[in-house]
């Protein structure tokens, strides 16, 4: 089995809690990559109480001076960068007339941009060997729609940019795919919206983060080697049957 140095932003985040755990079950050497270096190093402790192989490190994804940085730290700590997971984002509850310019740039800034700038920097190093893989944290918002139009079009653009960047990676033995989730169990969803979970979710439940780790470990892996472009839906079924309002308001 091929080990992977593998990068994970957001790393801190509770989508990441079973991403982080399935990669080190794996076998990968994850490398725990936050904003906050407290909750970069609290992700790498956890993965390495489990018995895993873990990192920490500090970024501003959206800077490109801190991701380069990263690059620097990454090589003289660990060495190359053989798969890169993006799952860095964050969700801005406002509609149209409540965003500004502002709000709205720093949500694709996080979600969209710092993807981007994180494969720019850690491309050549996949080129150069010959390997790599890519997985972006997208969701089913990106697809669908969604009633806070900043996240549904930063990761329409993040799925995308995973379908465009095949032309980039033509030949290279590098793959580049993006999984949806659909309602995942974390912090970040509100009760609200886990309520309508039974009559939303064709499977009745929501998705736990270990179910996303899942996913993106057989992504990493050599039976998924020809999996490329594709943006993978974990959804429970929603994408299917998805209404934007309720019934009562169609």
């Given amino acids: 089995m091929r080990t992977l140095n593998t990068l994970i932003t957001g790393a ?17 050497t994850v490398l725990c990559v936050d904003l906050d270096s407290e909750r970069a190093e609290a992700a790498a402790a956890a993965v390495r109480g489990d018995g895993g192989k873990a990192f920490a490190f500090a970024a501003d994804v959206t800077r490109a001076d801190d991701v380069a ?34 709000s709205f740039a720093t949500v694709l800034g996080i ?38 139009p900043s996240y549904a079009a930063s990761k329409a653009g993040l799925s995308n940019l995973t379908r465009s960047l095949l032309m ?14 659909g309602v995942v169990d974390t912090p970040m969803v509100i009760q609200e919206v886990r309520d309508q979970v039974p ?13 996303i780790g899942a996913l993106v470990a057989f992504l990493l892996s050599d039976d998924a080697r020809s ?23 169609v």
């Fill in 69 to 102: 940085s990263l690059r620097r730290e990454v090589l003289e700590q660990v060495g190359p960068v053989q798969a890169i997971v993006n799952a860095a984002g964050v969700l801005d509850r406002k509609m149209l007339l409540d965003h500004d310019a502002e």
């Fill in 199 to 211: 009559n939303k979710v064709p499977t009745g439940r929501i998705v736990e983060p270990e179910e």
């Fill in 12 to 28: 801190g985040g509770g989508m990441c809690r079973g991403i982080n755990r399935r990669i080190a079950e794996a076998g990968h």
């Fill in 111 to 148: 979600n969209l941009v710092g993807p981007f700038a994180v494969i720019r920097e850690f491309a050549q190093d996949m080129i150069d060997a010959n390997f790599g893989r890519i997985v972006n944290v997208s969701s089913i918002a990106g697809t669908t729609g969604y009633p806070y």
């Fill in 168 to 181: 980039d990676f033509w030949g290279t033995g590098i793959t580049v795919n993006s999984v949806c989730p």
């Fill in 227 to 249: 999996i490329n472009g594709a943006d993978l839906m974990i959804d429970g079924g929603a994408t299917q049957i998805f209404r934007l309002f309720d019934p009562q308001h």
